[in-house]
């Protein structure tokens, strides 16, 4: 709904539509109840005075600080089309990188969960019928079974205890991760997993450069840029090692300078980011350095789903065969 009105209004106001006018067309088709209800108040706002950058930030779970802030500089530079465009074409991209790292994602679990129901349908219903028929025919179970059933025995008796406990643990973990203590190591423990930490650390880095692209191409300010960044990247971090490149930008450094002391980022992207200060090129190179890392990505999970679908399948009939 939000990128197909990004798309609608930033066609109609470069067809020379008023703005209130474009908003009537836009609400006429909504489909989306509670969007429509969102547009309403924003139109209402409009027609009250008030800027539309200030009427979508009083929507904040649909309008970020980045559309708050990308809509102001549209306003003051008398670009708004382009501006829109460019969210719907960086709204676009995301949600076709974010579709492809789900899809490889989403077959390794459900052939998981499938594994875990065959598992938990043998140990609650068959398993106990084999014991039961070894029992009466008076013949002695093999070592291995009486492990395997005494388990299953265990957890079909304990079976709320232990879902209550998990819970227990899941709400404690996550309260504990939404401190700024707990994400911190929560994080440092996700980037050092063999294999997949580089992975996360590539995603936390397209998300940075993507967003400061699209922000300086659209004539925000690097300090304004760096500072709604800190807050868009939702890693804490990251959020941290931006919000000290911002203080060394703010002394007079380089961008480039502090994000190679940081160590967070590859070295290919901080010397991308450099030539384009050098060259005045620095959205473009911003662009690159996102477009890159995707790729990279992109990459990487068409490999791990090709690879985990046979593995899960052996791993699966080695259990169950077990």
């Keep these: 709904d939000i990128l197909i009105f990004a798309r ?4 109609m106001l470069e067809a020379g539509i008023t703005l209130l006018r474009s908003l009537d067309v836009i609400l006429s088709q909504m489909e989306s109840r509670t969007f429509h ?18 009427s979508l930030e009083k929507h904040p779970k649909y309008f970020g600080q980045f559309w708050v802030s990308l809509v102001e500089v549209g306003e003051a530079s008398g ?4 501006v829109l465009e460019k969210l719907a074409v960086y709204m ?71 879902f209550a406990c998990g819970v227990g643990i899941g709400f404690l973990f996550k309260q504990y991760i939404k401190t700024g203590t707990g994400q911190l190591q929560f994080e440092k423990f996700m980037y050092n997993l063999p294999v997949f930490g580089p992975i996360i650390k590539k995603i936390v880095v397209e998300r940075f450069t993507s967003q400061m692209s699209i922000l300086v191409d659209s004539g925000v300010p690097l300090m304004y840029a760096l500072e709604i960044s800190a807050k868009l990247v939702e890693n804490k971090t990251c959020g941290l090692i931006i919000a000290d490149i911002r203080e060394s930008v703010r002394e007079g450094k380089s961008l480039a300078d502090p994000m190679e002391q940081s160590g ?51 791993v699966m009939g080695g259990v169950i065969g077990t």
């Design 8 to 11: 609608q209004l930033a066609t």
């Design 37 to 54: 209800k969102v547009l309403i108040q924003i139109r209402n706002d409009i027609e009250q005075g008030r800027s539309l950058s200030s």
């Design 79 to 82: 670009t708004m089309p382009m």
């Design 92 to 162: 676009e991209q995301q949600a076709a990188f974010k579709s492809t790292i789900i899809s490889a994602i989403v077959y390794p679990c459900i052939l998981l969960v499938v594994c875990i129901g065959a598992i938990a349908f043998f140990a609650f219903f068959v398993g106990p019928k084999f014991e039961a028929i070894y029992v009466s025919m008076g013949k002695e179970l093999p070592a291995f079974t009486k492990l395997l059933l005494g388990f299953f025995k265990f957890v079909k008796q304990k079976i709320i205890l232990i």
């Design 264 to 314: 967070f980022f590859p070295p290919m992207a901080v010397q991308m980011i450099k030539v384009g200060e050098e060259t005045g090129e620095l959205s473009k190179m911003l662009k690159h350095v996102s477009a890159f890392f995707q790729r990279e990505v992109e990459a990487f999970m068409k490999r791990f789903g090709t690879m985990i679908e046979p593995l899960m399948l052996l």
